[in-house]
């Protein structure tokens, strides 16, 4: 994949991220990076369209993708489990998708109160 076709898929590929890893046993919910929700604002502000913050962020650096997942774990699996999971899965869908490889970051903001 170029990085001209990726903006084209990237709202497709967050999607479908945010459904693959919302599905993973052990994830309790995604947390919208900082980044997300300081562009959405932004843009809300200034009267611009804005994307809603998923949790899911795909960043392009020339040809480098970069996917950061932020989520909390619902304390029925250790952490480091679901972090496998959500990298194997992501890995996966990105080769499937693009036939590119993307460096996958995966942060647990922590384990939910609220299960």
């Given amino acids: 994949m170029n990085e001209n076709q990726l903006p084209q898929q990237r709202e497709e590929l967050e999607i479908s991220v945010v ?3 919302s599905d993973l046993p052990g994830v309790a919910r995604l947390v919208p990076s900082f980044r997300q929700v ?4 932004a843009q ?4 611009g369209e804005s994307r809603t913050a998923t949790g899911v962020d795909i960043v392009t650096e020339g040809s480098d993708i970069s996917v950061y997942v932020d989520l909390y774990t619902d304390g029925s699996r250790p952490a ?7 990298h194997a899965g992501v890995t996966a869908l990105f080769r499937e998708r693009t036939g590119a490889a993307a460096d996958i970051k995966v942060r ?5 109160l609220d299960r």
């Avoid at 480091?80 to 959500?86: L, Q, Y």
């Fill in 38 to 41: 300081l562009t959405a604002t």
């Fill in 19 to 21: 459904d693959l890893v």
């Fill in 44 to 47: 809300r502000l200034f009267g």
């Fill in 108 to 112: 647990v903001i922590g384990v939910a």
């Fill in 80 to 86: 480091g489990d679901v972090v496998d999971d959500v």
